[in-house]
């Protein structure tokens, strides 16, 4: 007996890629920063926040952030003026797309409830998933605690 034949067969199939959304897949609602000892300075670093352009249409998006309150953790008191606050990207990693038109900006000196441009994609560019890490810094003078909660919210458009 000799060995078995081997057949290939082949098929054309057709693919069609759905437009999808612009969204915020993940995205962190509050985050604890800890102070720097022996400063008036709170730091945190967060890495959940995860967008998803899957329009299709290469519009480029930008991401907006508001920190809308800090409070102390004892006691949950708000914490009141004066407050400086600083964000800054620290990472941003993309899957099954390119960083190519992705800018970071780095807004400092900006107030509660006061929204900032942190990333963007430039038209043209931003089409897939990526996810950001990011660093918060608030200066907080007349805040004696350990640590301090920032509630978040974040815009996509």
Do not use: Y
Request: net charge positive; glycine share 8%.
């Amino acid at each position: 007996p000799g060995a078995p034949a081997s057949a290939t067969a082949s098929q054309a199939i057709g693919v069609t890629i759905e437009p999808g959304p612009l969204v915020l897949v993940r995205e962190p609602a509050k985050v604890v920063l800890r102070r720097v000892p022996g400063t008036s300075t709170f730091r945190a670093t967060f890495r959940d926040l995860r967008l998803t352009d899957a329009r299709g249409i290469r519009n480029g998006w930008k991401v907006e952030l508001a920190v809308t309150s800090i409070r102390t953790e004892q006691g949950w008191r708000p914490v009141h003026r004066p407050v400086w606050l600083s964000a800054r990207v620290q990472r941003v990693v993309a899957m099954a797309a390119s960083t190519r038109g992705l800018r970071a900006t780095t807004p400092s000196g900006f107030a509660p409830r006061t929204p900032v441009r942190v990333v963007s994609a430039a038209r043209g560019t931003g089409n897939g998933s990526f996810d950001v890490t990011m660093e918060l810094v608030a200066k907080l003078p007349t805040v004696h605690a350990k640590s301090v909660v920032a509630d978040l919210s974040f815009a996509l458009t």
